[in-house]
């Protein structure tokens, strides 16, 4: 057993990036800033993408497109139920209600024939979800969105390098992206917005803003205006030049982190090839580049598995619960089990391993021999 717990994720921050922050403290600019504005750029250019909005998280960046977009009382919004809250949440604050998706059972990401069934006259928005650093079949879900005339929003918080058919995720269409510290980059909490839509994205920029018409900081003067007027009524959601800083030292270290998660990722399916009662997911069939945000696997008694693991010292993750399954859902919209049964099956045997780029050789081995305890001890 190990001496020393082994977190699920742990954020690659160097000296030279906590340098960097103290330098922003140090400067007296300590909120939007020049460093949130050249993070923007370099996302932007990272991607591919025609321009970029940073925001306070991906959960403030979803809000902005969502109310940039008037998604309102009466609205359906088309999106998986395997996704973390915030989107749901965020659908129903603003009135509309969610319409939930079933996933494919062994990639847990929604397809063109799960979602198309769903359409109805009061369809606002579809918002597909890459998973675990795989990227959606795009096409097919962009041609049904054009077809219909419905925004197509990608939840592309998993997917920060990922590739769709040699291009970069965020270089087309709109994008969402986290910087939660369990991320492939981190800026402790903080989101962008990718898009080649102009307007969606100078929408965004004044909401995110108070709903005024410049943005926190501006280049040319170095500030903001203060004769400023408001456009629309706006929220407080913009980025500090203190998670900017550390989001830049971060973003230009990307393409090392996710070599080594794709390295741990590839180990990780050799090693557990030998062990019954464990299936990691599958890989999507479509021409893409995974940037395995998270190692997921499926197994029998995952509560058991991943409690017996904690014990062992290793942490684990759950990502997601089934979000028509909980309280609020399931009471609000009168949601029951069976409603579902790919999404229902994975939730209640989905477990994330141990992944992050500073995670050595010698730790993944004490995950398989900590998993092969644990399977064994489960079946007797």
């Not at 464990?278 to 190692?295: G, K, N, Y």
């Not at 290793?314 to 619960?321: A, N, S, V």
């Not at 089934?322 to 209640?348: C, D, I």
Request: glycine share 8%.
């Amino acid at each position: 057993m190990r001496e020393k717990f082994l977190p699920f994720s742990v954020p690659s921050i160097s000296e030279e990036e906590i340098a960097s922050v103290a330098k922003v403290l140090r400067s007296g600019w300590i909120t939007t800033g020049p460093n949130a504005a050249s993070f923007e750029e370099e996302f932007a250019t990272y991607c591919g993408a025609n321009g970029a909005v940073a925001l306070s998280s991906a959960t403030a960046g979803m809000h902005c497109v969502l109310s940039a977009l008037g998604i309102g009382v009466g609205d359906e919004v088309i999106t998986p139920s395997m996704t973390w809250v915030s989107t749901p949440n965020l659908i129903c604050l603003l009135g509309a209600t969610p319409i939930f998706a079933e996933v494919d059972r062994d990639t847990l990401m929604v397809s063109r024939e799960t979602i198309e069934p769903l359409i109805t006259k009061r369809t606002k928005a579809i918002i597909p979800v890459h998973y675990a650093g795989a990227s959606l079949d795009l096409d097919p879900l962009r041609a049904l969105a054009q077809e219909h005339g419905i925004p197509l929003i990608e939840d592309a918080a998993h997917a920060l390098g990922s590739e769709y058919k040699g291009a970069r995720i965020g270089k087309t269409g709109t994008a969402i992206f986290s910087f939660h510290p369990i991320k492939n980059i981190t800026t402790a909490e903080g989101g962008m917005v990718c898009s080649d839509n102009p307007d969606l994205l100078a929408k965004v920029k004044s909401l995110k803003f108070h709903g005024l018409g410049v943005d926190a900081f501006d280049r040319q003067t170095q500030g903001r205006a203060p004769q400023a007027q408001v456009l629309s009524p706006g929220y407080k959601y913009n980025m500090t030049d203190l998670s900017a800083v550390l989001g830049r030292g971060q973003l230009a270290q990307l393409q090392t982190f996710n070599a080594r998660r794709t390295q741990l990722a590839l180990q990780y399916r050799e090693k557990l090839k030998p062990l019954n009662g464990i299936e990691p997911l599958h890989l999507p069939t479509h021409d893409h580049l995974h940037a395995w945000h998270l190692f997921i696997v499926r197994v029998e008694k995952r509560d058991a598995f991943m409690a017996l693991l904690k014990e062992k010292q290793i942490g684990t993750g759950l990502h997601f619960r089934a979000v028509h399954l909980q309280k609020y859902y399931a009471e609000t919209f009168k949601l029951r089990p069976g409603f579902l049964p790919h999404t229902e099956w994975n939730s209640n045997h989905i477990c994330s391993l141990p992944l992050f780029p500073a995670m050595s050789d010698s730790d993944q081995d004490q995950v398989v021999d900590a998993i092969r305890e644990t399977l064994q001890e489960l079946s007797e």
